[in-house]
């Protein structure tokens, strides 16, 4: 009988098996206790692989450039720079959940933006100055405007049966023209000084700025509603199965309506928030939000066609670009070679996301 | 599969270990004075004008022994250059030189940085708040846009309609230039001036709107295109259209405007002079970085580009280059 040699990689295998069979079973009968199996399941979501990959990228930098890129201030500008982007991409979780996409997210912000900053500067006088009461009903308006684009967006969707993509694409052009046209294209650059001062406030010894705290409450209230409410129950059985969610009794068409507007109000509430960062709205922006988000929600590990998605992820997935973008700044490499990395990161994340997905169903 | 999630998160676990280790440490304090680190901070990447800045900044850089790193974002978009100035405050240069994509949106990331002590100069555009800044050096762009308004109307023969083709409101180098051109044709009393359009620095938008004025203004007499990538589209534009009688000026002379200048295509360019802002801006804050004394204001000069001179060697200083070599 001929003995056959295993090759390289098995050898590699079984003598790492070896080293580490023992550690294997210590974590085996941890796994079977009550925090084991929490922690175990953890470990199986998408959402903690890319928190790994996050920290990975983050340690990668740090020693690429040590004291620079893991200092307080930088993680803080990081930080602020991806609230709103965080707020956008958890409305675009929820979207995304029931198989739906909305690319308006960028101009309707745009469009609330404008129209909140021109309600603060109604009757031409100077709203620096103003009280809280301008500033609440320049809150109201920004979100009054979300609101109505995201109700727009739903009953095409729900109701004429547009397909997302092309509903969205079309409010995207409408809002962005009616932002120009109520603005004459020129930024408003004169907003009440109590919103710029929460733009830059911070809070915990002057260490967390209030955006960031902002941003995190509303992430955080989007996961519990995603995963403990039956408002998110329904939004994930939508999107797995429209067909089957109908006929289990749930109101589909309303409950996408509810999902396109809660998507609105949140891109309104981003435009408070980045009026705040800014100080002045910023019209020639925003262009590429809508990708920004949809990339961070995919990166985090909601599928594209619906029913499963996580708010978790989407977090992570909102600052594996930023960090990218920042490590390579601090490294001095090319503008450009920024766009690449984040293009191959979303790629790869998403490859092995559906690795991932197609083991577990052979399993 | 055990041992792959095993070995992941004890990788996890060193990963997380690491790095609260090592951000404790601190870099070690720079060497020797001389070599000073720079960092020029573009309007947009990819821009003819940055472009010859840049080389103008790593010439002067060079000369002086000192070290420069040039980024900029890949859009005119004050969204996305707030997290470059952010990152390049992280990462601790001596000096920066900076073109802020807006005059207002801009302060407080850049105060950041100069509250950091790091020196700041602003390089063309600035912002509204010059006071923390070592030096602003740009090109005088009233002055321009007064040149690009006397020229055209010479062009058009003092009668006709023109149309403006700007940028972005809150942009300061262009909004002068619009200025001086609007309150030179004040004194022209036979040419209208056509309320202006704005691109958002996007050729094809500029393009988008060259044909549609001429659609709806067939005796449309000139054109003033206030930047490269707005004369790029209007020249675009009226090739699309076949046109020949509407005489265009654009501000900036980047390679493809000077080819269109040769073909007839735009009729004068107004050229600044990049290199020599990019040179300033390094000269500039090493002297104060050496504590030397600096120039608050310096404005660089500029020249009108016709068919007739632009082959002068006087003029060479002024074409913009795609790339240093």
Known sequence: ?363 | MRIRTVTMMGLALITVAACSGSSATTAPASAAAKSYNLTLIQGVAGDPFYVTMACGAQAEADKEGVKLNITGGNKWDATVQKPVIDSVTAAKPDGVMVAPDDSKALLSPLKAMSDAGIKVTFVDTKLDDTSFAVSSIATDNLGGGTLAAQTLAKLINDKGTVLVVNVDPGISTTDARVQGFNDEMKKHPNITVLDIQYTHDDPTAATTITTSTLAAHPDLAGVFATNVQNAEGVATGLKQASNTVVKTIAFDAGPKQIEDLNAGIVQGLIAQDPYGIGVAGVQQTVLALKGQPTTSVIQTSLAALTKDNVTDPAMQKYLYKASCS
């Not at chain 1, 070896?18 to 199986?44: D, I, N």
């Open chain 1, 1 to 363: 009988m001929t003995a056959v040699r295993p090759s390289l990689p098995e050898s590699i295998r079984a003598a790492l098996a070896g080293k580490l069979s023992p550690v294997a079973e210590r974590w085996k009968s941890f796994s079977q206790t009550r925090f084991g199996s929490v922690v175990a399941r953890a470990f199986s979501t998408n959402a903690a692989w890319i928190l790994l990959l996050l920290v990975v990228l983050m340690w990668l930098f740090n020693f690429l450039a040590p004291g620079k890129f893991l200092t307080e201030f930088n993680v803080r500008t990081m930080a602020v720079n991806v609230a709103v982007l965080l707020v956008i991409a958890v409305g675009e979780t929820f979207v995304m959940a029931t198989g739906g996409i909305d690319l308006s997210v960028g101009y309707v912000m745009l469009f609330a933006g404008v129209t909140s900053a021109q309600t603060m500067n109604w009757g031409g006088r100077n709203p620096t100055d103003s009280g809280w009461d301008v500033v609440l009903l320049g809150l109201a308006v920004a979100l009054g405007s979300g609101l109505a684009w995201g109700i727009l967006n739903g009953i095409l969707v729900a109701k004429a049966k547009v397909p997302a993509l092309i509903a969205t694409l079309g409010t995207l052009g409408m809002s962005w023209g009616f932002a120009e046209i109520l603005s004459n294209g020129q930024d408003i650059r004169y907003i009440p000084s109590i919103i710029g001062d929460m733009g830059s406030a911070r809070y915990f010894f002057d260490k967390i700025p209030l955006v960031v705290i902002v941003a995190s409450i509303v992430a955080i209230a989007g996961a519990v509603v995603l995963s403990f409410t039956k408002f998110g129950r329904y939004t994930l059985a939508i999107g797995s199965n429209q067909e089957a969610a109908r006929r289990a009794g749930i109101n589909v068409d309303w409950h996408l309506i509810k999902v396109y507007a809660m998507s609105g109000t949140l891109a309104g509430f981003a435009a408070f928030m980045s009026l705040a960062i800014f100080t002045t709205t910023t019209i020639s922006g925003h262009a590429n939000d809508n990708l920004q988000a949809i990339a961070a929600v995919v990166i985090g590990g909601t599928s594209l066609v619906g029913g499963v998605a996580s708010v978790a992820g989407t977090t992570v997935g909102v600052c594996i670009p930023m960090v990218l973008f920042s490590g390579f700044t601090i490294l001095g490499y090319q503008s450009f070679w920024r766009d690449v990395a984040v293009g191959a990161v979303l790629i790869l994340a998403v490859y092995t996301d559906q690795l991932r997905r197609r083991r577990r169903e052979r399993r």
